[in-house]
Structures are given as structure tokens and as C-alpha cells.
């Protein structure tokens, strides 16, 4: 039986790990999707919308563009720089998941306290009511 026990636990010790391990790829791969984005918005995407505002507010001024190719420019820019405050956000997230799977508290530091408590639960209290009788010995 105690045999039998000890497979069981180590069967779910063995689901648990493999869970850790997908569920770290899966944050990592978000993490690494979002440091892409906020590259793609930021050097080029961002940079290339304040470029076309620029013309458009110029040739609005000209008179040789219409007020609404103006606002068009003017809310792609806007709609860039949303998408990469988001994946900023999103890139934050997946790292405090990071965080969280691999055992580190923010900035860095090993979150001991957590797994000492997770690997050495405190005692039940005792209770002063009486057992059963049927696990009571003579």
C-alpha cells in the first residue's frame, strides 16, 4: 500500500512539472510576441505614422489633402501607439507569470518564503474533542 501511495505521488509530481513546463513555454512565448510587437510599433510603425501625419497636416495646410485624410493619419498614429502601450502591458504580464512560475518575486529575488510554506505546512492544530472509537487505541 505504501508502495502503491508512493507511485501515485510520484505520478502527480510528474503532472505537476509537466504542467509547470508548458504553462513557462506558453508565458515565454507571449513574452518573446510581445517584446516582437513593441519592437515592430516602435521603430517602425509608430515612426512611420507620425511621418504620414506630418504630410497630411501639411498637405491639409496646402490645401491639396481634405480635412478627413488628416484625422485618418492622424488616428492610425493613435491606434500605433495604443497597440504598443498593449503589448508593453501584456509583455509585463507574461513576465510576472514568469516570475511566479520559477519560483522569483519581483525584481528578481527567490520567493523562499512561498515554497517553504508550499513544501512544510504548518501543523493542524490540535483538538481537544474526542476521537471515534474507532481510532482510538486500547
Known amino acids: 500500500e505504501a508502495e502503491a501511495r508512493e507511485q501515485v505521488a510520484i505520478a502527480r509530481l510528474a503532472d505537476v512539472n509537466h504542467r509547470l513546463a508548458a504553462n513557462l513555454k506558453f508565458a515565454l ?3 518573446r510576441d510581445a517584446e516582437r510587437k513593441i519592437a515592430l ?3 517602425n510603425l509608430v515612426p512611420q505614422a507620425k511621418s504620414a501625419l506630418t504630410i497630411a497636416l501639411k498637405s ?3 490645401g ?3 480635412f478627413l485624410e488628416t484625422v485618418d493619419a492622424q488616428r492610425l498614429l493613435f491606434e500605433f501607439q495604443l497597440q504598443s502601450e498593449r503589448s508593453a502591458a501584456d509583455r509585463e504580464q507574461r513576465l510576472a507569470e514568469i516570475e511566479m512560475l520559477v519560483g522569483r518575486g519581483p525584481g528578481g529575488t527567490q520567493n523562499t518564503a512561498s515554497f517553504r510554506n508550499a513544501a512544510n505546512p504548518a501543523p493542524a492544530p ?3 474533542a474526542p476521537r471515534p472509537s474507532s481510532l482510538s487505541q486500547p
Open 29 to 31: 512565448f507571449g513574452y
Open 41 to 43: 510599433y516602435r521603430k
Open 60 to 62: 491639409y495646410e496646402n
Open 64 to 66: 491639396t489633402a481634405d
Open 126 to 128: 490540535k483538538s481537544h
